[in-house]
């Protein structure tokens, strides 16, 4: 009980002086799971954070794929929701 109650006041003041996410995704466990479109999607309406690790042989893959560029290029062009 006290240590959700420090977390949820940490959280408060990281949040007053920094930029954060509403969502944390590891594209590893993305990949495996064949559904980045999801985390995508999330993307288009909240501020979603994406654990990459360019060293794992997957992640580069898709990080270097026209899918991940297709992908970037299309929530770049949306509006921006004034949270940055």
């Not at 959280?11 to 996410?21: E, I, K, V």
Request: glycine share 4%.
């Amino acid at each position: 009980m006290i240590n959700r109650g420090y977390g949820k006041l940490v959280d408060r003041g990281l949040a007053r002086r920094y930029p954060m996410a509403d969502f944390f995704f590891s594209l590893e466990q993305c990949l495996e799971t064949n559904r980045p479109s999801r985390e995508f999607r999330l993307a288009e309406t909240a501020t979603v954070e994406l654990m990459t690790h360019p060293t794992n042989a997957a992640d580069y893959r898709y990080l270097m794929s026209d899918e991940d560029l297709d992908t970037v290029r299309r929530l770049r062009s949306q509006p921006d929701r004034g949270d940055a």
